[in-house]
């Protein structure tokens, strides 16, 4: 299965960036032109996967990401919010590519603020904005300010970049208003939605075919959260508007695509990872949902790829 690429792995890849201090103890920030990393590595493989990092690049040129089961292109200008739990790549489908990319780890934002809260980094959230010329230069302003900080003697400047992180998150927002997504208060049911998508989002990426999805079911989740399931199944149809199950179906149809696009296992191996009985009852579940089969949507993936 994808497999989750960290620090050391990134820059081993990247030998052109400068020695930096991996100490995850304060946690860890940088940021480089993306023209840079292209001349440099126009061979490289940019494979699929999970990070142990927080990523966020602005994009200019014609481009291709591909994030966990949906693929988004770039025309001209693009900014993209990458979640470390989430696979992706970045496929240029033009010669000349330009912007900035910077990456960063939760622990570098400790005390700062919850990044997750925001609806590009949570379940189900839009990763990826097409930006005009005016908006693209905005952005790309923050950018700017943000690599000036980084290589000046200034004693704060490490809260200063931690500000010019959420300065982006807050002028994405602006500029692509989220209507459909619901601020998160302070209520019970709330409270409890939040436990239950980060209990669902824990069981993956699954990394061996000898582990396998413990919580399935609406009573697995209440269960573990001691709440009694029917107030779990209120909570989320407040909150979501779905049921429990119809958001646990929608996250194992999700990481069955991924597994199938992106991996070798075997669809029988797939199929008991994800809690089914067997083969017969996952490609009922797929086929219900995609209107094919598991064996056909992966020939379709590799068609396409």
Not at 269 to 288: D, N, Q, R, V
């Amino acid at each position: 299965m994808t497999k989750i690429e960290t620090l050391e792995e990134y820059y081993a890849k990247r030998p052109f960036i400068q020695e930096v201090n991996l100490s995850m103890n304060a946690g860890h920030f940088n940021i480089f032109p993306i023209e840079k990393q292209r001349q440099l590595m126009d061979n490289a493989i940019v494979s699929f996967e999970r990070k142990d990092y927080f990523k966020i690049c602005l994009l200019s040129g014609n481009s291709k990401i591909h994030y966990a089961d949906k693929s988004f292109e770039i025309l001209e200008h693009g900014l993209l919010f990458a979640h470390p739990l989430v696979p992706y790549d970045w496929e240029a489908l033009s010669g000349e590519q330009t912007g900035f990319s910077c990456i960063f780890t939760e622990s570098f934002l400790q005390g700062f603020g919850d990044i997750t809260k925001y609806p590009f980094f949570q379940p189900g959230g839009y990763p990826v904005f097409e930006l005009n010329t005016e908006e693209k230069l905005l952005i790309e302003n923050i950018f700017l300010q943000m690599q000036n900080e980084h290589t000046s003697e200034f004693d704060y400047k490490e809260d200063a970049i931690k500000n010019l992180i959420f300065q982006l998150i807050f002028s994405a927002l602006k500029i692509r208003p989220i209507a459909k997504h619901k601020v998160l208060n302070a209520s019970g049911s709330d409270r409890i939605t939040k436990l239950f998508l980060n209990l669902l989002e824990k069981q993956f990426p699954i990394q061996n075919t000898l582990e396998g999805m413990l919580l399935r079911s609406a009573s697995d989740f209440a269960e573990q959260m001691a709440i009694h399931v029917n107030h779990l199944n209120k909570s989320l149809k407040e909150t979501t508007f779905k049921t429990t199950t119809e958001i646990i179906s929608d996250r194992i149809l999700k990481e069955s695509k991924i597994m199938l696009a992106h991996s070798s296992w075997a669809i029988s191996e797939i199929a008991y990872c994800l809690g089914f009985e067997g083969p017969a009852h996952f490609s009922s579940f797929f086929k219900k949902h995609m209107n094919l089969s598991p064996s056909q949507f992966r020939n379709n993936t590799i068609k396409t790829t």
